[in-house]
């Protein structure tokens, strides 16, 4: 790999580090071997001299986090190839703030809910690991404690020779020392990898099992009755001329489409009308980035790497395609603490999508019930614990009352254990009926997470206590009172998801003359169009 500089219009020629990792290290773990500090302080001495030798200009050269000790050290002679050095550091993941106490505590009743769950997360693997890192926590203490113990007994008057002992014996103790930081970084991000497996906990009502054991909540309205051949979605489409997948297939592949006519005009009067009935609750509309960081995606619970991924990642960068505005969403307050008095928080967000649809096939995936890009309405909760629940009853209840008003029969489902994603504490969906696939199918999910996203994402919040009388801790009288941050828990629920929605009503405003109705809500925002018709030629 070459490196090209170039600073005010003077190039400095490529640099050859094939072999050069990105040079960093924490301050705990600065002081390394005497050769290792050399080999650094040869690398340091040769690029500057690179740099500087096409300009009469002394370029300042930033190497992140080199260690004071590092450069008041001595160099050692010039070494004439770059390409030779061989520096290897351990670069930490991101970490999640998993509750490893709580798992212990409550061993059979993590393992129980894996099991209720289908996850393939390594229980037994998390805990051992958990329990070599708290030993190895230890040792390093102990080592920092030996090692600051002999560093304060050469603050005084010392013989020579004993000195010259304590010298060697901090050596020896900041090389030990070294090599279990670095162990312990390893075993962290091991531990890692194997607990951020772990699915969130399930709410005691949830049923057990798969799909097939999941419970009715309610049930509104009647399937409508015909009294002609039904017809499909994309019969009707076809005869009305608001689709064109044929041609989105020739452009972009299978299960892509084009919108046409009325079909366009329905997509936005959809959108607009959600969001404005959205917003009478209190909720703050926004539009989402369309593409994410990879690891944001991980915090929020999906995996973008994988054979059955749904998420598409960004070839030759750390970016993806969300599936969902819940991803950018939950990714606003990332790594930030929030005033007690800002809660909750509540977020409508529009975006286009994007899924793999990895695994898919059958009937259902026919015209637009299942494709791999289509716009969603998505409604997004921060809250406090304590009131999470709540707010689950809330967003289904604005997603049974938006259905309701444009006239859907459906049916309000609490998922079981099966079918609850990594994130889920407990899950509702909406399935309507769909004439012309003669079932229900699913136009919407609302999710309380908990603190499984927070707990990733590093969203917090300090509860209000101005006086918290129970603290006696020293300090100014502003750190008496502060309370220890909480996680916030965070909900999301789907408002209109519209390839669904149109497929409903295509199906069930559908008339005997292959004309549709358009439901009287969404005529102010279509323009005032009361019915789809067929073109004239």
Same mark, same amino acid.
């Given at each position: 790999m070459g490196l090209q500089c170039c600073f005010g219009g003077t190039t400095i020629?490529?640099?050859? =580090?094939?072999?050069?990792?990105?040079?960093?290290?924490?301050?705990?773990?600065?002081?390394? &071997? $005497? +050769? *290792?500090? %050399?080999?650094?302080?040869?690398?340091?001495?040769?690029?500057?001299?690179? =740099?500087?030798?096409?300009?009469?200009?002394?370029?300042?050269?930033?190497?992140?986090?080199? &260690? $004071? +000790? *590092?450069? %008041?050290?001595?160099?050692?002679?010039?070494?004439?190839?770059?390409a030779s050095v061989d520096y290897s550091v351990v670069k930490p993941q991101w970490k999640a703030a998993i509750d490893f106490k709580s798992i212990l505590e409550n061993k059979s009743a993590v393992a129980a809910n894996l099991k209720n769950r289908n996850s393939t997360a390594n229980l037994e693997l998390v805990i051992e690991l958990y329990e070599k890192l708290l030993q190895l926590q230890k040792e390093v203490e102990e080592l920092r404690y030996e090692r600051n113990a002999v560093a304060n007994k050469m603050k005084g008057k010392v013989e020579p020779l004993e000195r010259q002992r304590l010298i060697e014996e901090g050596k020896n103790l900041k090389e030990k020392l070294f090599t279990l930081e670095e162990d312990l970084i390893k075993l962290t991000d091991s531990l890692q990898r194997e607990a951020q497996c772990i699915p969130n906990m399930t709410h005691p009502d949830v049923p057990i099992g798969g799909e097939d054991s999941s419970i009715i909540r309610k049930t509104i309205g009647v399937p409508r009755e015909f009294t002609f051949p039904i017809k499909d979605h994309v019969q009707l489409g076809k005869e009305l001329d608001l689709f064109d997948f044929d041609a989105a297939a020739e452009v972009s592949g299978s299960k892509f489409y084009y919108l046409k006519n009325e079909a366009v005009l329905l997509e936005m009067g959809l959108i607009?009308?959600?969001?404005?009935?959205?917003?009478?609750?209190?909720?703050?509309?926004?539009?989402?980035?369309?593409?994410?960081?990879?690891?944001?995606?991980?915090?929020?619970?999906?995996?973008?790497?994988?054979?059955?991924?749904?998420?598409?990642?960004?070839e030759g960068s750390d970016q993806c395609l969300i599936g969902t505005a819940e991803i950018p969403v939950g990714g606003i307050h990332m790594d930030s603490i929030l005033a007690d008095s800002a809660l909750p928080l509540k977020y409508v967000a529009f975006s286009h999508c994007f899924r793999t649809e990895a695994g898919a096939a059958g009937a259902a995936t026919r015209g637009l019930y299942r494709v791999h890009q289509f716009s969603k309405v998505e409604m997004f909760i921060l809250c406090r614990p304590e009131e999470s629940n709540t707010y689950?009853?809330?967003?289904?209840?604005?997603?049974?009352?938006?259905?309701?008003?444009?006239?859907?029969?459906?049916k309000t489902l609490d998922m079981g254990t099966g079918d609850l994603g990594?994130?889920?504490?407990?899950?509702?969906?909406?399935?309507?009926?769909?004439?012309?696939?003669?079932?229900?199918?699913?136009?919407?999910?609302?999710?309380?997470?908990?603190?499984?996203?927070?707990?990733?994402?590093?969203?917090?919040?300090?509860?209000?206590?101005?006086?918290?009388?129970?603290?006696?801790?020293?300090?100014?009288?502003?750190?008496?009172?502060?309370?220890?941050?909480?996680?916030?828990?965070?909900?999301?629920?789907?408002?209109?998801?519209?390839?669904?929605?149109?497929?409903?009503?295509?199906?069930?405003?559908?008339?005997?003359?292959?004309?549709?109705?358009?439901?009287?809500?969404?005529?102010?925002?279509?323009?005032?169009?009361?019915?789809?018709?067929?073109?004239?030629?």
């Open positions: 020629q490529t640099l050859k =580090l094939a072999s050069i990792p990105y040079m960093t290290c924490s301050t705990s773990s600065s002081l390394r &071997s $005497s +050769a *290792a500090i %050399s080999r650094r302080l040869t690398l340091f001495k040769t690029l500057s001299a690179s =740099l500087s030798r096409n300009s009469t200009h002394r370029f300042p050269f930033l190497i992140r986090a080199l &260690s $004071s +000790a *590092a450069a %008041s050290a001595q160099p050692v002679a010039d070494s004439t190839t770059i607009n009308w959600t969001l404005s009935e959205v917003m009478k609750r209190g909720f703050t509309p926004l539009t989402t980035p369309e593409i994410a960081r990879s690891l944001v995606v991980e915090k929020c619970g999906f995996q973008p790497r994988g054979d059955n991924t749904q998420v598409y990642s960004i689950h009853q809330e967003l289904i209840e604005i997603e049974e009352d938006l259905f309701s008003k444009l006239g859907l029969h459906f990594a994130p889920a504490y407990r899950k509702f969906d909406i399935e309507a009926w769909m004439p012309g696939l003669d079932r229900y199918g699913e136009i919407s999910s609302a999710s309380n997470c908990t603190d499984y996203q927070s707990r990733r994402l590093g969203i917090r919040f300090r509860p209000e206590n101005p006086t918290n009388p129970g603290n006696t801790k020293k300090g100014n009288a502003r750190n008496r009172n502060l309370t220890p941050p909480e996680f916030v828990h965070t909900l999301n629920a789907t408002a209109c998801a519209v390839p669904r929605m149109i497929v409903c009503l295509l199906e069930n405003y559908q008339q005997e003359d292959g004309t549709v109705i358009v439901p009287e809500p969404l005529r102010p925002f279509m323009g005032g169009i009361k019915l789809i018709t067929h073109k004239s030629k």
